[in-house]
Antibody, heavy 118, light 108 residues
């Protein structure tokens, strides 16, 4: 059974940083593109970032480019999202998911809540 | 950026009825890389349809996807109580990958 376990969310002040982690099991992790998607309270889904299986290529939404960084450690079956210069509008549940460009997001983690507030 | 517009915003139907949800793209979706997800409160999205018309593993055959280029449809042939949720379309053929704003399917 494939599982994605997300951690690292919490309360952070504006301008602060967090690192989210997503540990995968039940799949050959290095073969999967991975993405991060967020959902602000009561709002829709926004795909933030993606990374190829070997980590060689990344992509970002304009809303987070230059502030967020996606990375992965295939030896630990883990994908990360570094969140810097956080703003109130970054408050959301953050999901990790398999998939990316031309590859479906068939597995999703449970999500972690990031709250940006003074 | 490919903007996806879903309609209607809210759809009120009764169990047993047929539901038709629309997703229109601002430009042709490359390779028909169009997916549909279902989301219930407090849960992660669940993949229903990919490649515009292929059901994901374990998805009941009352869910059907159709369409091409810029116009796509999710049809639920006979609504079950557990089908009332929010539905999102997503194009994953061109960067940035984008989602529609969602259609809420509620019990009438």
């Amino acid at each position: 059974e494939v599982q994605l376990v997300v951690s690292g969310g919490g309360l952070v002040q504006p301008g602060g940083s967090l690192r989210l982690s997503c540990v995968a099991s039940g799949l050959i992790f290095s073969e999967y593109k991975m993405s991060w998607v967020r959902q602000a309270p009561g709002k829709g889904l926004e795909r933030l970032a993606g990374i190829t299986g070997d980590g060689a290529a990344t992509s970002y939404a304009d809303s987070v480019k230059g502030r967020f960084t996606i990375s992965r450690d295939n030896s630990k079956s883990t994908v990360y999202l570094q969140l810097n210069s956080l703003r109130a509008e970054d408050t959301a549940v953050y999901y990790c998911t398999t998939g990316g460009l031309t590859v479906i997001s068939d597995y999703w983690g449970q999500g972690t809540l990031v709250t940006v507030s003074p | 950026e490919t903007v996806l517009t879903q309609s209607p915003g809210t759809l009120s139907l009764s169990p047993g009825e047929r539901g038709t949800l629309s997703c229109r793209a601002s430009q042709s979706v490359s390779g028909n890389y169009l997916a549909w997800y279902q989301q219930k409160p407090g849960q992660a999205p669940r993949l229903l349809i990919y490649g515009a018309s292929t059901r994901a593993t374990g998805i009941p055959d009352r869910f059907g996807g159709s369409g091409s280029e810029t116009d796509f449809t999710l049809t639920i042939s006979r609504l079950e109580p557990e089908d009332f949720a929010v539905y999102y379309c997503q194009q994953y053929g061109t960067l940035p990958i984008t989602f529609g704003q969602g259609t809420r399917l509620e019990i009438k």
